[in-house]
């Protein structure tokens, strides 16, 4: 994007009553044309949003982090260059580049990310913080030829990686990849000197824009995908199983097939970060079962499933996987060497991402890796995703079970050997409990999302609480797999939030919620801010049970009537106050 | 309108969007109001995007209307 296109974007309108984001611009620097980029790419991220941009103070890029922590802001965006760190680190101030002076500026540096990681730490109790570390070359201070780093500016750059690798702990702090900027920005075309003495402003500008695009994509913060299908023949291997067999396909150096093995390698690295892998290939079932088992195999067997291998239409697998993972097309990535097979499921499956896997074309497969790990990538790996396909597996198996007559569900409940965990500790800090708020749909309230800042700002509220629901049983555990988010009001509870991983389906954790809600707080009854909404069908299901159709949306459920339409529940149930 | 003109236009409509075309021909910085400083450098740098153009620091003073940046790149360009 340049300027001009900048300048249009933020010309078009946002439509009234749009929802807002205030976003805290800190750097050191006069934020210019930074400013109008990160608006653009925001504008252009989050349609239908209009977006405040506030900017800090000139030269005080920690005064300005810790007065945003204060400011009512949405998130805060944090732009930093070596001058704002020790200013003789610039081009504006004449402090000096004396051979005695780098001690002090080496400790300066030191003390102003001491400062800067204290002012996140406290903001990213708040709202979320993404955070661009100096993008610009430092200045021909150092007295080592500019072609040799020498040890004051190791120290530096050192200084700078060990503040990174430690505010990146931190659940809402997010830090731009230098690796990706160096991809959009070419190091050598990112310093303007001109602006920089003219205006204050140190970047040229496409640079500025490569900063905002970054800077934008980590402030939405999309939601990773989930699953992803892949097919075999000449893409999780090379070669056609039916024709060259079991042995015939490779993916090794020596036959020039290495570049399969290492889409498995990223597969398995996904798998074990709780992305759902499963196959869709025609083929005969025998022999990829055969396929599947050789040791070599760099994706584990066991960390896919199903394996759909037979051969009708690929569109046909797809639903079925879907199916049994229990999630949406638009969650899911469709991956395949034939064009005709990718648009055969793209017609099936308009909103499912389908890429074709490249042929021959070691280039291509490698922006294929990279831009897999885009569509899954997330900050980090929770338990739950560690135990996502063990699940799966043992769900499917349980919801046959428990679908046949009450008396043999009530017989297999009991002895699944179940426990809930209940924790009532308000943790706003808690990513898994975020996450399942704005990612969960078909058990959930009202399909409503949450910003990070909305989530802080709700449980900030004394009169609100916060509920996770952590479950195991005999088949292993599913983890923390339900959120409640509500108010306490007089002998009611009002609940404005209610999610549950699909997963946990069948296993009347629902009602064993209710009971303890009304347990816990000690209320006559219960009202939900319920809304239907086209995903909601097994919660709308559930509600119908307890409390009749139609539903309006003040939903309001008596304890009687909790008490009255809730099964036999035969659960273990721990509780947690403080976690 | 020559090319430059319409190119030119649509630069100080970017970064003056109250401004109508036949104000945009006769703007400066006595007759627009929100031709500021930051403006003033938004408005360089979209030129200098547009145009290809480098505006040199010391030139900068000078170009302060329509006329004196459509002249500067005409000049520095060879844009007609």
Redesign the interface.
């Given at each position: 994007m340049n300027l001009i296109e900048a300048l249009e974007v933020l010309k078009q309108p946002v439509p009234a009553g749009s929802p807002s984001i205030r976003v805290g611009l800190a750097c050191g620097f006069t934020p210019l044309h930074l400013q109008t980029f990160l608006a653009a790419h925001l504008r252009q991220r989050m349609p239908g949003h209009g977006i405040e941009i506030v900017p800090g103070l000139f030269g005080d890029l920690a005064g300005n982090i810790e007065r945003f922590a204060s400011a009512k802001c949405d998130v805060l965006a944090i732009v930093m260059e070596w001058a704002d760190l020790d200013a003789r680190l610039g081009t504006r101030t004449l402090g000096g580049w004396r051979a005695e002076n780098l001690p002090d500026i080496l400790q300066s540096v030191d003390l102003s990310l001491s400062r800067i990681q204290q002012a996140s730490r406290k903001s990213s109790g708040a709202v979320p913080v993404c955070v661009c570390l100096p993008t610009l070359p430092l200045p021909p201070l150092f007295a080592t030829a500019t072609r040799q780093a020498g040890a004051e500016e190791l120290h530096l750059r050192s200084s700078v990686a060990s503040f990174a690798a430690n505010i990146a702990q931190e659940s809402f702090v997010r830090i731009v990849s230098s690796q990706q900027l160096d991809e959009l920005s070419s190091s050598a075309k990112r310093f303007n000197l001109q602006a920089e003495l003219a205006a204050g402003f140190p970047y040229q500008v496409s640079h500025a824009s490569a900063i905002a695009d970054l800077m934008a994509a980590l402030i939405q913060n999309p939601n990773p995908k989930k699953g992803l299908i892949t097919d075999l023949d000449d893409t999780l291997w090379s070669g056609i199983l039916g024709e060259i067999g079991v042995e015939g396909i490779s993916w090794d150096l020596d036959r020039h097939s290495h570049m399969h093995g290492v889409y498995q390698q990223l597969l398995g690295s996904l798998a074990s970060a709780g992305v759902l892998i499963g196959v869709a290939s025609k083929n005969d079932a025998g022999r990829v079962q055969e396929a599947l088992e050789r040791k070599d195999l760099i994706l584990p067997k066991d960390k896919v499933f199903p394996v759909e291998a037979h051969w009708a239409a690929k569109s046909e697998s797809a639903a079925r996987i879907l199916k049994t993972w229990n999630v949406g097309p638009e969650a899911v990535v469709f991956i395949d060497d034939s064009p005709m097979e990718v648009a055969e499921v793209k017609a099936a499956f308009p909103e499912m991402q389908c890429i074709v896997f490249p042929r021959n074309d070691l280039a291509a497969i490698w922006s294929l890796l990279k831009q897999l790990r885009n569509l899954f990538g997330k900050s980090t790996v929770s338990p739950e995703d560690l135990i996502r396909m063990e699940g799966i597996r043992s769900g499917g198996a349980l919801r046959e079970m428990v679908t046949g007559d009450a008396s043999s569900a009530d017989d297999f409940l009991k002895n699944a050997d179940a426990e809930i965990e209940f924790s009532f500790a308000k943790q706003a800090l808690d990513t898994r409990a975020f996450e399942l708020i704005n990612k969960t749909n078909q058990f959930n309230l009202n399909g409503k999302r949450l910003t990070e800042a909305a989530w802080q700002e709700y449980l900030s509220d004394p009169a609100t609480f916060l509920i996770t629901v952590s479950y195991e049983d005999k088949y292993g555990p599913l983890g923390k797999i339900a959120v409640l988010l509500g108010k306490i009001q007089e002998r009611r509870v009002r609940v404005d939030f209610w999610v549950m991983s699909c997963r946990a389906f069948s296993r009347r954790i629902e009602h064993q919620c209710l009971k303890q809600l009304c347990e816990r707080f000690d209320v006559t009854e219960i009202i939900f801010d319920y809304q239907t909404t086209p995903r909601n069908g097994p919660l709308q299901e559930f509600f119908a049970a307890i409390a009749g159709a139609p539903m309006p949306a003040q939903l309001r459920v008596s304890r009687r009537a909790i008490q009255d339409k809730s099964p036999a529940l035969f659960h273990r149930v721990k509780e947690l106050v403080n976690a | 309108m020559h090319d430059l003109d319409l190119r030119l236009t649509?630069?100080f409509s970017?970064?003056f969007?109250d401004l109508s075309p036949e104000q945009v021909q006769t703007a400066s910085v006595q007759s627009v109001r929100g031709w500021d400083?930051?403006a003033a450098?938004?408005l360089l740098?979209?030129v200098?995007?547009?145009f290809g153009v480098q505006v040199g620091?010391s030139d900068?003073s000078e170009l302060v209307s329509y006329q004196a940046i459509h002249n500067y790149i005409r000049s520095h360009n060879g844009v007609s």
């Amino acid at each position: 994007m340049n300027l001009i296109e900048a300048l249009e974007v933020l010309k078009q309108p946002v439509p009234a009553g749009s929802p807002s984001i205030r976003v805290g611009l800190a750097c050191g620097f006069t934020p210019l044309h930074l400013q109008t980029f990160l608006a653009a790419h925001l504008r252009q991220r989050m349609p239908g949003h209009g977006i405040e941009i506030v900017p800090g103070l000139f030269g005080d890029l920690a005064g300005n982090i810790e007065r945003f922590a204060s400011a009512k802001c949405d998130v805060l965006a944090i732009v930093m260059e070596w001058a704002d760190l020790d200013a003789r680190l610039g081009t504006r101030t004449l402090g000096g580049w004396r051979a005695e002076n780098l001690p002090d500026i080496l400790q300066s540096v030191d003390l102003s990310l001491s400062r800067i990681q204290q002012a996140s730490r406290k903001s990213s109790g708040a709202v979320p913080v993404c955070v661009c570390l100096p993008t610009l070359p430092l200045p021909p201070l150092f007295a080592t030829a500019t072609r040799q780093a020498g040890a004051e500016e190791l120290h530096l750059r050192s200084s700078v990686a060990s503040f990174a690798a430690n505010i990146a702990q931190e659940s809402f702090v997010r830090i731009v990849s230098s690796q990706q900027l160096d991809e959009l920005s070419s190091s050598a075309k990112r310093f303007n000197l001109q602006a920089e003495l003219a205006a204050g402003f140190p970047y040229q500008v496409s640079h500025a824009s490569a900063i905002a695009d970054l800077m934008a994509a980590l402030i939405q913060n999309p939601n990773p995908k989930k699953g992803l299908i892949t097919d075999l023949d000449d893409t999780l291997w090379s070669g056609i199983l039916g024709e060259i067999g079991v042995e015939g396909i490779s993916w090794d150096l020596d036959r020039h097939s290495h570049m399969h093995g290492v889409y498995q390698q990223l597969l398995g690295s996904l798998a074990s970060a709780g992305v759902l892998i499963g196959v869709a290939s025609k083929n005969d079932a025998g022999r990829v079962q055969e396929a599947l088992e050789r040791k070599d195999l760099i994706l584990p067997k066991d960390k896919v499933f199903p394996v759909e291998a037979h051969w009708a239409a690929k569109s046909e697998s797809a639903a079925r996987i879907l199916k049994t993972w229990n999630v949406g097309p638009e969650a899911v990535v469709f991956i395949d060497d034939s064009p005709m097979e990718v648009a055969e499921v793209k017609a099936a499956f308009p909103e499912m991402q389908c890429i074709v896997f490249p042929r021959n074309d070691l280039a291509a497969i490698w922006s294929l890796l990279k831009q897999l790990r885009n569509l899954f990538g997330k900050s980090t790996v929770s338990p739950e995703d560690l135990i996502r396909m063990e699940g799966i597996r043992s769900g499917g198996a349980l919801r046959e079970m428990v679908t046949g007559d009450a008396s043999s569900a009530d017989d297999f409940l009991k002895n699944a050997d179940a426990e809930i965990e209940f924790s009532f500790a308000k943790q706003a800090l808690d990513t898994r409990a975020f996450e399942l708020i704005n990612k969960t749909n078909q058990f959930n309230l009202n399909g409503k999302r949450l910003t990070e800042a909305a989530w802080q700002e709700y449980l900030s509220d004394p009169a609100t609480f916060l509920i996770t629901v952590s479950y195991e049983d005999k088949y292993g555990p599913l983890g923390k797999i339900a959120v409640l988010l509500g108010k306490i009001q007089e002998r009611r509870v009002r609940v404005d939030f209610w999610v549950m991983s699909c997963r946990a389906f069948s296993r009347r954790i629902e009602h064993q919620c209710l009971k303890q809600l009304c347990e816990r707080f000690d209320v006559t009854e219960i009202i939900f801010d319920y809304q239907t909404t086209p995903r909601n069908g097994p919660l709308q299901e559930f509600f119908a049970a307890i409390a009749g159709a139609p539903m309006p949306a003040q939903l309001r459920v008596s304890r009687r009537a909790i008490q009255d339409k809730s099964p036999a529940l035969f659960h273990r149930v721990k509780e947690l106050v403080n976690a | 309108m020559h090319d430059l003109d319409l190119r030119l236009t649509r630069c100080f409509s970017s970064v003056f969007p109250d401004l109508s075309p036949e104000q945009v021909q006769t703007a400066s910085v006595q007759s627009v109001r929100g031709w500021d400083s930051l403006a003033a450098v938004t408005l360089l740098a979209v030129v200098q995007e547009e145009f290809g153009v480098q505006v040199g620091l010391s030139d900068v003073s000078e170009l302060v209307s329509y006329q004196a940046i459509h002249n500067y790149i005409r000049s520095h360009n060879g844009v007609s």
